[in-house]
Nanobody, 126 residues
Framework: QVQLMESGGGSVQAGGSLRLSCVVS??????LAWFRQAQAREREIVAR????????YYANSVKGRFRISQDKAKNTLYLEMNNLKSEDTAMYYC?????????????????????WGQGTQVTVTS
Protein backbone atom coordinates (compact mmCIF):
# COMPACT_ATOMS: atom_id res chain seq x y z
CA GLN A 1 0.00 0.00 0.00
CA VAL A 2 1.44 3.32 -1.10
CA GLN A 3 1.63 5.87 1.70
CA LEU A 4 1.48 9.61 1.13
CA MET A 5 2.09 12.36 3.66
CA GLU A 6 1.32 16.02 2.92
CA SER A 7 2.69 19.06 4.70
CA GLY A 8 2.93 22.79 4.20
CA GLY A 9 -0.63 23.98 4.57
CA GLY A 10 -1.63 26.95 6.66
CA SER A 11 -3.36 30.29 6.70
CA VAL A 12 -2.26 33.04 4.34
CA GLN A 13 -3.63 36.37 3.18
CA ALA A 14 -5.01 36.76 -0.30
CA GLY A 15 -2.20 37.35 -2.77
CA GLY A 16 0.23 35.31 -0.72
CA SER A 17 2.00 32.05 -1.45
CA LEU A 18 2.36 28.58 0.03
CA ARG A 19 4.23 25.44 -0.98
CA LEU A 20 2.77 22.04 -0.24
CA SER A 21 4.89 18.90 -0.07
CA CYS A 22 3.93 15.24 -0.31
CA VAL A 23 6.28 12.37 0.42
CA VAL A 24 5.29 9.25 -1.52
CA SER A 25 6.49 5.86 -0.22
CA UNK A 26 6.56 4.20 -3.65
CA UNK A 27 7.35 6.69 -6.34
CA UNK A 28 8.16 4.90 -9.58
CA UNK A 29 5.59 4.40 -12.33
CA UNK A 30 2.93 6.52 -10.64
CA UNK A 31 0.51 9.11 -11.82
CA LEU A 32 0.67 11.81 -9.14
CA ALA A 33 -1.81 14.58 -8.49
CA TRP A 34 -2.97 17.26 -6.12
CA PHE A 35 -6.68 17.50 -5.37
CA ARG A 36 -8.62 19.85 -3.16
CA GLN A 37 -11.97 19.73 -1.45
CA ALA A 38 -13.72 22.80 -0.14
CA GLN A 39 -16.56 22.57 2.35
CA ALA A 40 -19.74 21.13 0.83
CA ARG A 41 -18.03 20.63 -2.54
CA GLU A 42 -16.72 17.64 -4.41
CA ARG A 43 -13.04 16.79 -4.48
CA GLU A 44 -11.50 18.32 -7.60
CA ILE A 45 -8.19 17.90 -9.33
CA VAL A 46 -5.78 20.82 -9.13
CA ALA A 47 -2.69 19.52 -10.94
CA ARG A 48 -1.23 16.25 -12.19
CA UNK A 49 2.13 14.91 -13.35
CA UNK A 50 3.54 11.46 -14.19
CA UNK A 51 6.32 10.43 -11.78
CA UNK A 52 8.48 9.64 -14.82
CA UNK A 53 8.07 13.23 -15.93
CA UNK A 54 6.12 14.75 -18.76
CA UNK A 55 3.54 17.43 -19.43
CA UNK A 56 1.74 18.80 -16.42
CA TYR A 57 -2.00 19.28 -16.14
CA TYR A 58 -3.63 22.17 -14.31
CA ALA A 59 -7.23 22.98 -13.59
CA ASN A 60 -8.31 26.17 -15.33
CA SER A 61 -8.91 27.85 -11.98
CA VAL A 62 -5.22 27.59 -11.01
CA LYS A 63 -3.40 27.95 -14.34
CA GLY A 64 -0.69 30.57 -14.16
CA ARG A 65 -0.78 30.63 -10.35
CA PHE A 66 0.06 27.07 -9.23
CA ARG A 67 2.95 24.86 -10.25
CA ILE A 68 3.36 21.13 -9.66
CA SER A 69 6.88 19.75 -9.41
CA GLN A 70 8.76 16.80 -8.02
CA ASP A 71 12.08 15.75 -6.54
CA LYS A 72 12.49 12.09 -7.42
CA ALA A 73 15.57 11.73 -5.24
CA LYS A 74 13.40 12.64 -2.24
CA ASN A 75 10.23 10.84 -3.41
CA THR A 76 8.49 14.16 -2.97
CA LEU A 77 5.78 15.94 -4.91
CA TYR A 78 5.28 19.69 -4.52
CA LEU A 79 2.56 22.21 -5.23
CA GLU A 80 3.68 25.82 -5.31
CA MET A 81 0.72 28.14 -4.96
CA ASN A 82 1.03 31.84 -5.76
CA ASN A 83 -1.41 34.75 -5.81
CA LEU A 84 -3.75 32.79 -3.59
CA LYS A 85 -7.42 33.70 -3.57
CA SER A 86 -10.16 33.09 -1.02
CA GLU A 87 -11.68 30.50 -3.36
CA ASP A 88 -8.49 28.44 -3.02
CA THR A 89 -9.43 27.70 0.59
CA ALA A 90 -9.80 23.92 0.89
CA MET A 91 -8.27 20.74 2.20
CA TYR A 92 -5.52 19.74 -0.22
CA TYR A 93 -4.71 16.10 -0.86
CA CYS A 94 -1.98 14.40 -2.82
CA UNK A 95 -2.93 11.25 -4.68
CA UNK A 96 -1.18 8.47 -6.56
CA UNK A 97 -1.98 5.49 -8.74
CA UNK A 98 0.21 2.96 -10.53
CA UNK A 99 0.06 4.04 -14.17
CA UNK A 100 1.85 4.28 -17.47
CA UNK A 101 2.64 7.79 -18.64
CA UNK A 102 0.03 7.53 -21.37
CA UNK A 103 -2.77 6.46 -19.04
CA UNK A 104 -1.83 9.17 -16.55
CA UNK A 105 -2.99 11.82 -19.00
CA UNK A 106 -6.57 10.52 -18.80
CA UNK A 107 -6.80 10.63 -15.01
CA UNK A 108 -8.66 13.73 -13.86
CA UNK A 109 -11.15 12.61 -11.21
CA UNK A 110 -10.74 11.29 -7.69
CA UNK A 111 -11.88 7.75 -8.50
CA UNK A 112 -8.95 7.42 -10.92
CA UNK A 113 -6.53 7.41 -7.95
CA UNK A 114 -6.25 4.70 -5.31
CA UNK A 115 -3.81 6.12 -2.76
CA TRP A 116 -4.34 9.31 -0.77
CA GLY A 117 -2.68 11.37 1.87
CA GLN A 118 -4.49 12.62 4.95
CA GLY A 119 -4.77 16.16 3.60
CA THR A 120 -3.43 19.55 4.61
CA GLN A 121 -5.64 22.58 5.13
CA VAL A 122 -5.09 25.78 3.17
CA THR A 123 -7.01 28.84 4.31
CA VAL A 124 -6.82 32.11 2.39
CA THR A 125 -8.06 35.19 4.21
CA SER A 126 -9.05 38.46 2.59
Amino acid sequence: QVQLMESGGGSVQAGGSLRLSCVVSEYDSRCLAWFRQAQAREREIVARIPSAGGPEYYANSVKGRFRISQDKAKNTLYLEMNNLKSEDTAMYYCAAVYSTIGRCYAKVVAVDFDSWGQGTQVTVTS
